[in-house]
């Protein structure tokens, strides 16, 4: 997932530097003053909100590229063979199951359905739950995929990573995270939020 940690941070700075400018300005009014830091406040909110919305589109995009890489039909001519494959793995629940699928798609060249069971098991490994230690079998499968294909490695890693990328960005907890990478509302805003904010952004400006 493409990191905009840095160009918030950034931005948090700028906000900050000016609110202090602003809060020293010893020629405005406290009603001016409060304008002021609302317009500062709502933009540097407005930019951080962009930065996030492209960090998701950059992840969603990484996630697409990657899977797509690692985990489309081996040949355009094989599309159809492949969505079969794919159905086929639909029914495995077990990491025994997917082991012994993928050892007979090995051992018989069928490089379709062992590229599915390998994408099943990459899906099931990245929505276990994290505290059970249940992702690290679906892992050996395809670490096995690997194995016998080591030329998808670089693909197949890539694709792991993007997706528990976009499982991780996914969670109540990273949404929560988030939160205390936006600016600070100052204080002279009191409890005002949302519409009354930008109310107060949009009356005319005040002269001191």
């Known amino acids: 997932m493409t990191d905009r940690t840095d160009d918030i941070a950034a931005v948090r700075e700028d906000y900050s530097t000016k609110v202090d400018t602003v809060r020293a300005d010893t020629s405005l009014s406290d009603q001016g003053r409060q304008q002021r830091l609302a317009e500062l406040y709502v933009d540097a909110s407005d930019r951080v909100a962009a930065l996030e919305v492209r960090e998701d589109e950059a992840a969603e995009v990484e996630h697409r590229t990657a899977v797509t890489s690692a985990f489309a ?89 993007a997706m528990a990328a976009r499982e991780r960005s996914r969670n109540a907890a990273y949404q929560q995270q988030r939160k205390f990478r936006r600016p600070v509302k100052p204080r002279e805003l009191g409890s005002m939020t949302g519409t009354k904010l930008r109310e107060l952004v949009d009356r005319q400006p005040t002269s001191a």
């Not at 099931?124 to 690290?136: L, R």
């Open 73 to 161: 039909a081996p040949d355009r001519s094989e599309a159809a063979t492949y969505r079969d494959a794919l159905d086929r793995t639909e029914a495995i629940s077990s990491t025994g199951d997917a082991s012994a699928l993928l050892e007979r798609a090995v051992s018989s060249g069928d490089k379709s359905l062992a590229r599915a069971v390998a994408k099943r098991a990459t899906e099931k490994a990245i929505g276990a739950p994290p505290v059970t230690g249940a992702a690290d079998g679906w892992l050996d499968v395809v670490d096995a995929y690997v194995a016998a294909y080591p030329q998808e490695r670089d693909r197949v890693q890539r694709a792991v990573d």
